[in-house]
């Protein structure tokens, strides 16, 4: 199966300007998530959706960060305006979430490749 | 998940030796304890998950063991490889609800 599709690979920004990442879950995965990872630490999640809700955004920084899935397919990831200590990978990661079931029921996280994002 | 910590930051072993990585969760809620290997430049994947409905788990040269009294787990990596080398993060959550992930093992095999 094709996996999780990120786009750009690489962004390098001025602080104050704005940015935007694309996400393309796994087919059929009702569940996307956006993971910031800094560098040396481990992925800390910003936002969940379920289809095109909002499930959780209780980490994300709403002053300067906006997510929006519309279709409940692909997803857009937005800073504006970054700051220096934006500077991290913005990884992508999808599952499936059995209907019916509890939470424990979800499939693991498949993640993309994410994208390096430079704040100078 | 809450907070989750996770020992040692860094770990060096001999090729064949094995390596083992602990990490400790404080929300009693969690059921689901994944654990993921990242190459340098490439995304974290997979390698194996635990359930609270058990307290072991192996797949070939990997195995999770799963206290859930002590409230940690830990990834056991028996006749390790070069290739074995990366970094891995343990994570817990409520299924795949709200991962939280440990701060990362740096692990090098020596050949």
């Known amino acids: 199966e094709a996996g999780v599709a990120q786009s750009p690979r690489y962004k390098i920004i001025e602080k104050r300007q704005s940015v935007a990442f694309w996400c393309n879950p796994i087919s059929g995965h009702a569940t996307l998530y956006w993971y910031q990872q800094i560098l040396g630490q481990g992925p800390k999640l910003l936002i969940q959706?379920?289809?095109?809700?909002?499930?959780?955004d209780s980490q994300l920084p709403k002053d300067r960060f906006s997510a929006e899935r519309l279709k409940g397919v692909d997803s857009t990831l937005k800073i504006q305006p970054a700051k220096l200590e934006d500077s991290a990978v913005y990884l992508c990661?999808?599952?499936?979430?059995?209907?019916?079931?509890?939470?424990?029921?979800?499939?693991?996280?498949?993640f993309g490749n994410g994208t390096r994002l430079t704040v100078t | 998940g809450e907070n989750v910590e996770q020992h040692p930051s860094t770990l060096s072993v001999q090729e064949g030796d094995s390596a083992v990585i602990k990490c400790t969760y404080s929300d009693s809620a969690s059921n689901y304890f994944p654990w993921y290997k990242q190459e340098l430049g490439k995304r974290p994947q997979l390698i194996i998950d635990i359930r609270s409905n058990v307290g072991e788990k192996k797949d070939q040269r990997i195995a999770v063991t799963l206290n859930k009294t002590a409230k940690h787990f830990s990834l056991h990596i028996t006749e390790t490889q070069p290739e074995d080398s990366a970094v891995y993060f343990c994570?817990?959550?409520?299924?795949?609800?709200?991962?939280?992930f440990g701060t990362g093992t740096r692990l090098t095999i020596i050949p």
């Open positions: 959706f379920q289809n095109n809700g909002v499930v959780d």
């Open positions: 990661a999808s599952s499936l979430k059995f209907p019916n079931r509890g939470s424990s029921y979800n499939s693991p996280l498949h």
């Open positions: 994570a817990e959550g409520v299924g795949n609800e709200k991962l939280t």
